[in-house]
């Protein structure tokens, strides 16, 4: 019902999939920190999204629309994409 009301694709789904185990279960940020290439401190990150649904560089663009302010996820505040406050 919910990819129907917010016009969501599959990726899409995998994405708010990931979000919401981490935030449900810290568990699963140990299991995604050595994946990480800089500290992001449990949270998943568009570049660890990226890689763990794709290796192929036209899907990624593809998934990086879908996290553009516009596109279904950020417009419809499914998610809400942070600054990193790395350097």
């Known amino acids: 019902?919910?990819?129907?009301?917010?016009?969501?694709?599959p990726d899409d789904v995998d994405i708010v999939t990931?979000?919401?185990l981490l935030e449900l279960d810290p568990g699963y940020a140990r299991l995604l920190?050595?994946?990480h290439t800089t500290p992001a401190?449990?949270?998943l990150t568009v570049d660890l999204a990226l890689?763990?649904?794709?290796?192929?560089?036209?899907?990624k663009c593809a998934l990086m629309q879908r996290l553009s302010p516009h596109a279904p996820l950020?417009?419809?505040?499914v998610l809400r994409l942070v600054e990193d406050a790395d350097p």
Do not use: C, K, Y
């Not at 950020?74 to 505040?77: A, I």
């Open 51 to 59: 890689n763990l649904l794709s290796d192929d560089l036209p899907h």
């Open 33 to 35: 920190a050595p994946l």
């Open 41 to 43: 401190q449990g949270r």
């Open 1 to 9: 019902e919910l990819t129907r009301v917010f016009s969501l694709t």
């Open 74 to 77: 950020v417009r419809h505040q």
């Open 18 to 20: 990931m979000s919401l």
